[in-house]
């Protein structure tokens, strides 16, 4: 079988070594890739977001499946594009894609389906949003509606904070669009965590949860990122609180799905706080997380390609899904700047010295006369697997130590259950 991943970043050199272990898979293609990505598949340079592009190598390269990685093109509607010239394809439809495109439309879900959530309002005049300030009391969650790159949300502080955010969002349009519709949100404190599911029209399956470090900073301070570093599984999770998400979240948001006509078939990422009250939505993306993808299929024992298959044909229920015991951390490697302005170009040293049970997975590299360089805010993730939680993060650590760029920043506390 031949497979075309679509994506150029961490989460989809995760998902092309994962499908090139298995006896199905005769070829990976990715476009557009990256540096470390071509070392497993072959990439072709083909913008994701280039929905014609991708189409024609697709067919060109008669390819069996191809699978969505980023929420842009899912979003644009590739997936409904791809399977019109008979491609089978992993990931949701444009309709199902608002769920992430739209922080509206998710909370609108939500409420119409009681799934627990926080309290929420939406604003489309920056006007009637500067007369609401603090409508749920401080901090004031705000989020631009639509895609951002991880980075729409801002938790003001004060009424300064939020006049700030406010008028870069909807009066500077630093996200553009995105900002054209605000969503404020009541805050909720308790442990951030993350649940990815494998869904098709039947069924919804967990799998091995993971914990996310958004703050730029250790301590969770500092701007929010697209991801600094995961562990799996979360330490927050146990069985009385997995039964609670899966009969409270999971089987209603399935059952929504159904009643709404969302034929949702891909990875659902929920977002979760785990509060005093219980676990309650923060968010749904549509597609695998990035970084929780590098931690958690490093623990997946079971073919990916019998899955992402098995979700195409509706046929989820009929795979057993297996996970290692083992435990995963991956420690993402940033650029100087990140989440900012950042530099590009900086020559990556010490790839070759981490140890051979490491796998060191690229987000932001790119080749540059047969140097791999920095080609993004987050540039790598040195993902690793342990007996226990202590002896991978002690691991990873030791050999995020052995890689050096130019202005290379990373987060020192991943692994440690962050309370908010």
């Known amino acids: 079988m031949k497979v075309l991943i679509v994506g150029g970043g961490g989460r989809e050199h995760a998902i092309a070594w994962k499908l090139a272990q298995s006896d199905k898979v005769d070829k990976v293609y990715c476009a557009p890739g990256n540096a470390g990505i071509a070392e497993l598949a072959e990439c072709i340079p083909v913008k994701a ?27 644009m509607g590739m997936v409904d594009e791809l399977e019109k010239v008979g491609v089978k394809t992993f990931g949701p439809n444009k309709k199902c894609a608002q769920l992430e495109a739209s922080k509206a439309f998710t909370k609108a879900f939500l409420e119409k389906h009681n799934i627990p959530t926080a309290r929420y309002k939406e604003f489309t ?5 500067l007369n609401s300030l603090g409508i749920f009391g401080y901090p004031m969650v705000i989020k631009a509606d639509g895609l951002a790159a991880g980075k729409g949300v801002v938790i003001a502080e004060t009424e300064e904070e939020a006049r700030k955010a406010i008028e870069e969002m909807m009066g500077d349009k630093v996200f553009g669009a995105a900002g054209d519709k605000v969503v404020v949100e009541e805050y909720l404190t308790g442990v951030e965590a993350s649940m990815l599911c494998f869904v098709d029209e039947h069924t919804i399956v967990p799998m091995e949860s993971a914990q996310d470090y958004k703050r730029i900073f250790d301590g969770d301070k500092g701007p929010n990122t ?4 995961t562990y799996s599984p979360s330490l927050v999770f146990n069985p009385e609180l997995e039964e609670r998400i899966r009969t409270k979240i999971l089987e209603p948001t399935l059952a929504g799905f159904q009643k709404d006509g969302l034929n949702f078939k891909g990875v659902l990422f929920i977002g979760l706080m785990i509060g005093e009250d219980g676990p309650k939505v923060i968010e749904f993306n549509n597609r695998f997380g990035d970084p929780e993808t590098q931690s958690v299929l490093l623990r997946l024992e079971t073919d ?3 899955i992402f298959s098995a979700v195409v044909d509706n046929k989820l229920s009929d ?6 015991e083992k435990k995963a951390v991956c420690v993402v490697l940033a650029s100087g700047g990140y989440p900012g302005a950042y530099e590009k170009g900086k020559e990556i040293c010490g790839l070759d010295q981490v140890d051979k049970d490491v796998i060191v997975f690229h987000a932001g590299t790119a080749l540059k006369e047969e140097k791999v360089v920095t080609d993004g805010g987050r540039v790598l993730g040195v993902a690793v697997l342990g007996d226990t939680h202590e002896e991978a993060r002690k691991k990873a650590f030791e ?20 309370i908010k």
């Open 49 to 75: 977001e280039d929905i014609g592009g991708i189409c024609r190598a697709a067919k060109e390269n008669q390819v069996d499946l191809a699978v969505i990685g980023p929420e842009v093109p899912l979003a």
């Open 125 to 129: 005049h920056k006007a009637e949003l």
């Open 226 to 229: 697209g991801g600094m570093g």
């Open 304 to 306: 990916l390609f019998d």
């Open 319 to 324: 795979v057993n899904i297996k996970w290692s």
């Open 399 to 418: 050999n995020v130590k052995k890689i050096s760029f130019d202005g290379m920043q990373y987060r020192k506390d991943i692994g440690v259950v962050v």
